[in-house]
């Protein structure tokens, strides 16, 4: 199994922009010396309550000065606000100066509100992020000029100024559990992931499919499939829930504003029983987040075994934990961190949810 550490890079009314940043690059130090994979953040713009991270270029760069070890990327980058070769350009520069360690993440976009601001085009969001991957990988595997053909836009003999450091291509992500948009993904050997807000006997149908279509292509290692929620570790399982559960619930209810949302799932999560609808409406339901093993919680061995269970159920081998959360202090996370990498990741390394 491998270990994300994911971070939204969340504001604080106590820290002003220039402090969140430097907490963030020593969270980051703090996870690569701790021996994390991977460590992703996001794309969000205008969100003053929630995510104070509109750059992921500003992400990696900060990432491949402050660490030596971890893979770096963006969760994704979001290919409607912008012309698909400034993502080209930023990728293989961030991948030169992250020494190859870069993994680029493409994500479509969930809800309109962000893209207004922008004029940015919500209804044509999917159309865009296939294009901006089918120019990613055409680019990235070209000797010399490049001429692409999309259904939006058209390159005629471009150059880059440079390449990626990794050949043919950094590794590519693509959240989703669409059945055609991860044929797609199995294909070209780009990976996946989802969330807790998605149910795991759902995820488990869907991605069984797409394991099925990646043997299918012979691609010589398996694909990671990620999967987001939050985590803690303490000494003991009451220790870990006394000290974040009321963060947790806040995160979800006032931060990200899931008890407000509704979003309903196809076919699949209909039969899984728990639906995306109720972990959204009772997601300030710490017990219920708990029994539902929807946020990982507890002493180093409990939350092995949380995240072990889960896997099975979701098919994921890859988790993105965020452990930065709430009003969780500094000294709390680090505690977490630490406990998580010295403890959970040796009890996990070598399960295969497959």
Known sequence: MKFGYFTHVWG???????ERYERLWRELELVDQAGFDYAFSVEHHCTPEESWMPSPAVFCTGAALRTENIRVGPMGWVPALRHPLH????????DQILGGRLEVGLASGVSPQPFLPFGADFENRK??????????TAAFSADGPIDFSGPVHSLHDVNLSFGAAQRPHPPVWVPSTNRTTLRQLARIGAHTSSTMIVPRAAQHLVYRHYLDWWRQHDHPTPPNIGYWTLVHVAAT??????????????????????DTL???MPSAAASSGLGTEEILRRSGDFDFL????????GSPRTVAQRIEAAAREGLFNTLLGEFTFGGLTEPEVRDSVELFASEVIPLLRGFDPY
């Open 262 to 264: 509704s979003r309903s």
């Open 12 to 18: 604080s009314p106590a820290l002003s922009v220039a």
């Open 127 to 136: 159309v865009l992020l296939e294009e901006c991957l089918d120019l990613l």
């Open 87 to 94: 993502i080209v350009e930023e990728a293989a520069l961030l």
């Open 290 to 297: 708990a029994d539902n093993n929807l946020v990982f919680v």
């Open 237 to 258: 399982d009451e220790e870990a829930v006394a000290r974040c559960a009321d963060h947790a619930t806040y995160t979800f209810t006032k931060t990200l504003s899931y």
